[in-house]
């Protein structure tokens, strides 16, 4: 089973600024499938990079995704007010399925 | 639009059985793998099962292994979760999902299943 660990675990930054999340995995994500959700309180998560680096449709590119093997990156450029959340990282090439434990981003 | 509207969940005991569905519309179902992931309240995401768009693979995570089956029937567009020998840790909201692609990955708004005596 892989095992994905994000860090840090909390984050406290302020609108403008530029946000790095990082995720690392046990043993190598088969073909980068590696990809980050956002979650708000009370919904369901949301897509934003899929295939470790590209973003899905209608995201902002304020959002990009870096990485390969086991060492993975979500930045966000410049942070809005919308981007604070929970952003977890999910490895979809082999089973287990197994997401991170999750980034809070929060407002400093 | 795409929709998955999940529903069946709701109160338990140890050691009952329970079904959830997920109904799809406004995409070709039967060609999408489908997932399960849950969300216990207060904690992050976990992958439950997933499969494959004709049904001929599934897998589990450990934790539901032997106890949960995932199914479709692709004639109704519509996901299933067969749940049997619940446990208190199987408290959460269950989400359906498809894969992370280009055009995004569909999920449902959950619904939530509570195991208490």
Not at chain 2, 29 to 36: D, E, I, N, R
Not at chain 2, 87 to 95: F, G, L, M
Request: hydrophobic share 35%.
């Amino acid at each position: 089973e892989i095992v994905l660990t994000q860090s840090p675990g909390t984050l406290s930054l302020s609108p403008g600024e530029r946000a790095t999340l990082s995720c690392r995995a046990s043993q190598s994500v088969s073909s980068n499938f590696l990809a980050w959700y956002q979650q708000k309180p009370g919904q369901a998560p949301g897509l934003l990079i899929y295939g470790a680096s590209s973003r899905a449709t209608g995201i902002p590119d304020r959002f990009s995704g870096s990485g390969s093997g086991t060492a993975f990156t979500l930045t966000i450029s410049r942070l809005d007010p919308e981007d604070f959340a929970v952003y977890y990282c999910q490895q979809y090439g082999t089973s287990p399925y197994s997401f991170g434990q999750g980034t809070k981003l929060e407002l400093k | 639009q795409v929709q998955l509207v999940e529903s069946g969940g709701g109160v338990v005991q140890p050691g009952r059985s329970l079904r959830l569905s997920c109904a799809a519309s406004g995409i070709t179902f039967s060609t999408y793998a489908l997932h399960w992931v849950r969300q216990a309240p207060g904690k992050g995401l976990e992958w439950v099962a997933v499969i494959s768009f004709d049904g001929s693979i599934t897998y589990y995570a450990d934790s539901v292994k032997g106890r949960f089956t995932i199914s479709r029937d692709d004639s109704r567009s519509t996901l299933f979760l067969q749940m049997n020998s619940l446990r208190v840790e199987d408290t959460a909201v269950y989400y359906c999902a498809s894969p992370p692609m280009a055009r995004g990955s569909y999920w449902g708004q959950g619904t939530l299943v509570t195991v208490s005596s």
